[in-house]
Structures are given as structure tokens and as C-alpha cells.
């Protein structure tokens, strides 16, 4: 503190010191960084308005096109649909299936039996741990016409269903909830051991229903975890290809095709990575906006 | 007291119901692993059986494929350990001046989608001729794991107490060695639990070896378990299963034993960051 007001001649040559030391503890990660994830995002930037194609004479010879990458995709009713898919993913899936089970569970499991916690919460964990592919294929297997499910619901004088045809998205949106609540599970569980239970208690005492003490306690001790639960669900979300692709391939007739799905077709199916390139740049695109709204909503809030 | 008490007594049956719900898909892979003739109900075996196993691990490709998935996922993890441990130094402990920037940055990077640099990223395999390549995937794979891996890691960093290190710096040690030295066996849990959250992630992996690899012999697991799914899914259930097990089985068996870590990283992180 002293050095900083008596001797800023040193200060300096120790700030230069400290920013070479800095810069190599850096250098590896942002070597990797630079090359292998910022060089790309530019790169998509860049193809976007290209007619980059993996065979053809496109291939040698990439030619910058503007906006016709663009204008082919807003043409495109399949993209209108993928666009569409995406949204009704995100949002039951990821915003409101991960979160609001993760919060229930967080919320229910709250001062219960520290072995049933573990044992309740072991079970959600285990779809988290589950690599996506498996999780594809149980859940196939599950609701196939032949499947646990089916059985099930015989048991119960019910026709069965085929669940991956009569309702693929259904079906995506329960797979991908399955996985992926055991986040929001820990981080709600996490901040909700940060609220001091002496304001529960003092609002209790002072009459306040459970559903008060939710709404006008928790919620808002806890909302800087929601917003970023929020964030990191609405991306992750928005970039899941494989439990799609595994479980579905996108169909039937493009019934849960994607964004991620229609990019890996035009891309590496059709070989147009120009026409890829562009719905790459439309994912990145949606996932900042997004970002940004959220922190908009939060900012606002305050 | 009584409303308390049915209150509290429902959310004993909620939370039993949803752990029953969640349990049965995933109870169905392993039963059927053991079942001679296994379909795809949830059922009893009726002929308990090994073969299943054997016909996977005995496999020479799937040997291969296992070796693979380990080499990509392994080499990964300590990278991207070793990479953030170092990173996350200066961005912890030095007062530099854009920090903030970065760190937001990065921050930012953690959570764009790595489905969507793909194509981006094919494209540039291909200009450095390194499509097909282990090494290639593996450097793209610890580099698109680095940001959360720095974030992380600069978290629980800023968890150890500062005042340890600077009188071993008094005593002349270097800012590497006291990394070494008084900030790593402090910061365990939190590289525990970067390495295993880069780990899972790793080998649960399909889409970038499916995208960057094509050579049989190079395929990770996750790619070789998809193409025995699209060609035999369909009739060889307790093979599906059993492969299925056994690529899951990693995971489980490092999620099981570092749990502590896991939980007492999570609480160092969610600490450090509010």
C-alpha cells in the first residue's frame, strides 16, 4: 500500500515484471484458446458469407456471396421449422423442465433424512453422469412400442403409444430433462443452504405462509442462481446435438430437428459449409441475444 | 405441527416417486446386460448371463475403441488441469489491469455452444491436415474444455488464503514453486473437481470425434457404441446393453469415488463466487 504513493519508478518495472510472469502462466491456454475456439468463431464469421463447400469446385474455390447464405436460409421452411423445434426444446426442456424439477427437488429435499437426500439425489445425479448417447439409448428402448412404458401403461388398461413417433418432441424434451436437471438440482441446493434459516424462522413467527416465505423470502435471496442457472441451461440447451441425433436423427420428417441437427445435415451430410457456416453463426447468434435479455431482465429487476 | 407434518410426509412421497421415475430407464441397461434373451421391457432375467460381456470386451475393435476414448478423455483432463491450474495464477492473484475483461471473457466463452463452431473447426482441421487426427482432436477437445476449466479454477484459487503464499515468497520461493507448493494441496477438491467434470464431459462426447475422426481405429467409444446402436440396436439388446455398461461404467466409478471432492468443490465455487 505504502509503495504505491512513495515509489511508483519501482511500482513500474515490478508491474512489468508481474505482467511477463502473467503472461506465461497464460500462454498455453490462450495459445490453445486462440487457435482452436476464437480462431473458429471468426472463421464462422467469415464462411458465413462464403459458398465454402466440401466438394465441387466450391471447395477450391470459395467465393464471397454476401447475404445469399442468409437469404437461401430465411427461403428455407425446413430452418423455420429447426428455428421453431429449437425454441420448444429450449424452453420445456431446458428453461422450464431442468429448472423447475432442479428447484422442486432442491427445495423438497431441504432438511429431510440426510440418507434419503443421498439416495434421492444419487438417482438424479446418475442422469447427469449418463453419457448422452446412453441416455439416448434408454430412453428409445423406454418408449419404444415394445418398451418399459408401453408395458406399463397395458398394466393399466392403457393403448400403448409409439412415443417416438406420435410425439418425438415429447419424448426429446423428457430424455434431455432426465439429464440435465441434476445441475440446477446443485446449484439450488447449494444456494438455498445460503439462505440463514433465523429469516426463515422470523418470518414464520411472524405468520407468514410456506408459500410467502417462497415467493417473498427464497426467491429473491436466491435469484442471482436463477439467472445464472438460467444462462448456463439456455446454452447448453441451445447446442445439444447429440441426444437429438442419437435418439432421433431429427425426424420423423424433421419433427425434432434442431438448429445443431439442420447445421451437422447442410453441413457435413449435403456438404454445403457455407450454408452450415450460417446456422452456426444463427445459434451463436440466439444464445447471446438471449444472454444479453437475461441480464437485461436482471438488471431491470434490481 | 400436524399440517407440518403431512407437509413433510408428502414431500417424502414426491421425492421417492421422482426417484422411482428416474431410476427405471436407466435400470432397464443394466438388467439387460445380464439377460440371454433380452428385449427392450424392464423385465427379469430368466436366463442370467455373461455372454453378453464377453462378446464386447473379447472384441478387438472395441478394445481399440475403449483405448481411444481413454487417450482422448485422459489426455484432455490433465491438460486442461494443468493448463487452468496455471491460467487461473495470475488471473487470481495478480492485480493486472484488463483482468476484469478476461475474465468476463472467458466467462462468455464457457458458455457458447460448441456444437456451433463445428464446421468452423472441421474447416480448419482440414487446412492443417489434421482430420483423422488423435492429437489434433485431443488439443480441440482441452481447448474448447479451457474456459470453464480457468473459471473454475480461478474460483476456488481465490478461496485459498493469500497471506500462506506470501511468506513463502518472503522466504524467496518462486511464484511457480508456491503454486506448487502452497496453493495445490489446499485447492485438491476444486482440481478434483475440474478434472472429473472435464472427464465425464470428455468421454460422454460423441460429436467431435464423430465430426474430426474417421479411420475405424481411431474412434473413441462413444462413436463405436453409436455405430453398433444404428447396426445391431435393433436385435443384439443384451450386446447394446452390455456395451452400454460398460462405457457408462468410467464415469459412474469416478463420479462414486470423488463425490466428497465434488460436493465440497461445488461449495468452494458457489462460496467464491457470490
Redesign the interface.
Known amino acids: 500500500m505504502q509503495n504505491h504513493q512513495n515509489r511508483p519508478q519501482k511500482r513500474k518495472t515490478k508491474n512489468r515484471q ?2 511477463k ?2 503472461a506465461w ?2 500462454t ?3 495459445l ?2 486462440l ?3 476464437i ?3 471468426i ?2 464469421l467469415f ?1 458465413s458469407f462464403t459458398n ?1 463447400s466440401l466438394t465441387g469446385v466450391a471447395a477450391q474455390n470459395i467465393q464471397f456471396v454476401g447475404f445469399q447464405n442468409f437469404v437461401q436460409l430465411f427461403k428455407d421452411p425446413k430452418f423455420f421449422s429447426s428455428f421453431k423445434n429449437t425454441l420448444i426444446f429450449l424452453l420445456f426442456s431446458g428453461i422450464i423442465g431442468q429448472q423447475v ?1 432442479g428447484f422442486l ?1 432442491a427445495v ?2 431441504k432438511n ?1 433424512h440426510k440418507a ?1 437426500r443421498k ?2 439425489g444419487g ?5 447427469w ?6 441416455v439416448a ?6 418408449l ?1 412400442d ?3 412404458l408401453n ?1 406399463f401403461m397395458a398394466g393399466l388398461q392403457l393403448q400403448p403409444i409409439s412415443w417416438l413417433f406420435t410425439f418425438p418432441m415429447v419424448s426429446v424434451v423428457v430424455a434431455n430433462i ?1 439429464q440435465g436437471s441434476a445441475l440446477s438440482m ?2 439450488f441446493q ?2 438455498l443452504d ?1 439462505i440463514p434459516n433465523d429469516i426463515e424462522d422470523a418470518a414464520k413467527i411472524d405468520g407468514a405462509t ?1 408459500w410467502q416465505r417462497m415467493w417473498k423470502i427464497t426467491i429473491p435471496m436466491i435469484k ?1 442462481t436463477i439467472f ?1 442457472n438460467l ?2 441451461i439456455t ?2 440447451t ?5 441426444l437429438l ?2 435418439m432421433t436423427g431429427g425426424g420423423p420428417s424433421g419433427a425434432t430437428s434442431t438448429l ?1 441437427v439442420l ?2 445435415e447442410q ?2 451430410v449435403n456438404y454445403q ?1 457455407g450454408y ?2 450460417a446456422i ?2 444463427i ?2 447468434g440466439i ?1 447471446i441475444i438471449l ?1 444479453l435479455g437475461y441480464i437485461r431482465l436482471l438488471k431491470t429487476e434490481d | 405441527m400436524k399440517n407440518k407434518k403431512t407437509s413433510s410426509a408428502l414431500a417424502y412421497i414426491v421425492l421417492t416417486l421422482i426417484a422411482i421415475i428416474f431410476v427405471i430407464p436407466l435400470l432397464w441397461v443394466f438388467v439387460a446386460s445380464f439377460d440371454a434373451n433380452a428385449t427392450q421391457v424392464l423385465k427379469m432375467p430368466e436366463h442370467f448371463t455373461l455372454t453378453n460381456y464377453q462378446e464386447v470386451i473379447t472384441d478387438r475393435g472395441n478394445q481399440q475403441a475403449f483405448l481411444n476414448g481413454l487417450f482422448l478423455s485422459g489426455g484432455q483432463t490433465i491438460l486442461v488441469v494443468l493448463f487452468s491450474l496455471l491460467a487461473a495464477y495470475p488471473l487470481s492473484r495478480f492485480p493486472l489491469k484488463n483482468k476484469q475483461k478476461l475474465l468476463m471473457t472467458i466467462l462468455f466463452m464457457t458458455s457458447l455452444p460448441i456444437t456451433a463452431v463445428m464446421v468452423p473447426v472441421y474447416q480448419l482441421f482440414t487446412f492443417f491436415n489434421l482430420t483423422d487426427s488423435l492429437v489434433g482432436t485431443l488439443l480441440f477437445l482441452t481447448a474448447s474444455s479451457l474456459p470453464f476449466g480457468i473459471w473454475m479454477m480461478k474460483n476456488f484459487m481465490d478461496g485459498v488464503p493469500i497471506e500462506l503464499e506470501e511468506s513463502a515468497w518472503i522466504d524467496g520461493a518462486s511464484k511457480l514453486s508456491t503454486l506448487y507448493k502452497v496453493i495445490v494441496p489446499l485447492m485438491k477438491s476444486g482440481m478434483y473437481t475440474v478434472a472429473i467434470f472435464t472427464f465425464i464431459g470428455s468421454w460422454g462426447n460423441f460429436f467431435v470425434p464423430y465430426i474430426l475422426l474417421s479411420s475405424p481405429k481411431k474412434l473413441p467409444a462413444s462413436v463405436t457404441l453409436f455405430q453398433f446402436f444404428g447396426q445391431y440396436g435393433y436385435a443384439a439388446y443384451g450386446q447394446l446393453a452390455a456395451y452400454s455398461v460398460l462405457y457408462m461404467l468410467p464415469t459412474f466409478i469416478l463420479y462414486y469415488f470423488s463425490q466428497n471432492h465434488m460436493s465440497k468443490g461445488f461449495n468452494m465455487g458457489g462460496a467464491a463466487k457470490g
Open positions: 508481474m505482467f510472469q502473467a502462466f497464460l498455453p491456454s490462450l490453445l484458446l487457435i482452436f475456439f480462431g473458429p468463431i472463421m464462422t464462411f465454402l424439477l427437488l423438497l429435499m429431510k434419503f439416495i434421492v438417482t438424479v445425479m446418475a442422469g453422469v449418463t453419457p448422452e448417447l446412453i439409448i434408454i430412453f428409445v428402448s423406454f419404444h415394445g418398451g418399459t408395458r432426465w446443485l446449484m447449494s444456494a445460503g410456506a442471482s445464472t444462462v448456463i446454452l447448453s441451445l447446442g445439444v446435438f447429440t441425433y442419437t445443431p447445421m451437422y453441413a457435413f459449409l452450415g457456416t452456426s453463426l445459434i451463436l444464445g444472454s
